[in-house]
Each structure stands twice: as structure tokens, then as C-alpha cells.
């Protein structure tokens, strides 16, 4: 059975700083794209960060901000989140995608960025 969770979410103050990591059971994620994405109160879902084999991207609002990470040795994915803004509040979300089409997500974690 795959299952994708993630934690690190919570409430900090503006310009402080998380850690989102995302673990997989029943799946290697090795070199498979994994994506975060959020989602926000009456908002659709916007892509935040990607890591492939190749290399990683960032969403401008994001960009020298965040930063996405793999440990292999921990099948786990990190976004480390610095200079935190309101408009960061969102609920984050994990995808792996395995193969073409075949994609696993978890049930998020909270980020609430807040004075």
C-alpha cells in the first residue's frame, strides 16, 4: 500500500522559517519527480516547487525563498521555507509521480503564516 505524508506544517510569524518534509511507505521515490504544491481558502491549486533527476523549479512568488531537497538515504522530500509571508498560508501537499500518468499525494499539512 503507497502512502505519501507530510508534516512540518504550523503557525509562524512573518519572515520566520519551516521545514515541510514529505516520507513515503510502499514507494521508493529515488529520482521520481516529486512536486509540492498549495492550496489555499477559496484558491485553486498552484505548483510551489518540483525536483527531478535534472534539476529543481520554483514558482516566482517563491523563488530565493524556498528550497526543494531530496534524502535518498530517508525516501523523503523537504521544502525548506524561509522569509515566510501571509500569503504563504495554504495547506501544502506531496505529489510522486510513477510512471506517465500515475501520481500519489498525501493529505497535507497546514502552514499558517501570521503575526
Known amino acids: 500500500q503507497v502512502q505519501v505524508v507530510e508534516s512540518g506544517g504550523g503557525l509562524v510569524q512573518p519572515g520566520g522559517s519551516l521545514r515541510l518534509s514529505c516520507t513515503g511507505s510502499?514507494?521508493?521515490?529515488?529520482?521520481?519527480?516529486m512536486t509540492w504544491y498549495r492550496q489555499a481558502d477559496g484558491k485553486q491549486r498552484e505548483l510551489v516547487a518540483y525536483?527531478?533527476?535534472?534539476?529543481?523549479g520554483y514558482h516566482d512568488s517563491v523563488k530565493g525563498r524556498f528550497t526543494i531537497s531530496r534524502d535518498a538515504a530517508k525516501n523523503t522530500v523537504y521544502l525548506q521555507m524561509d522569509s515566510l509571508k501571509p500569503e504563504d498560508t495554504a495547506v501544502y501537499y506531496c505529489?510522486?509521480?510513477?510512471?506517465?500518468?500515475?501520481?500519489?499525494w498525501g493529505q497535507g499539512t497546514q502552514v499558517t503564516v501570521s503575526s
Open positions: 510502499g514507494i521508493i521515490f529515488g529520482n521520481k519527480p
Open positions: 505529489d510522486v509521480q510513477v510512471g506517465d500518468d500515475k501520481h500519489y
Open positions: 525536483i527531478t533527476m535534472a534539476r529543481t
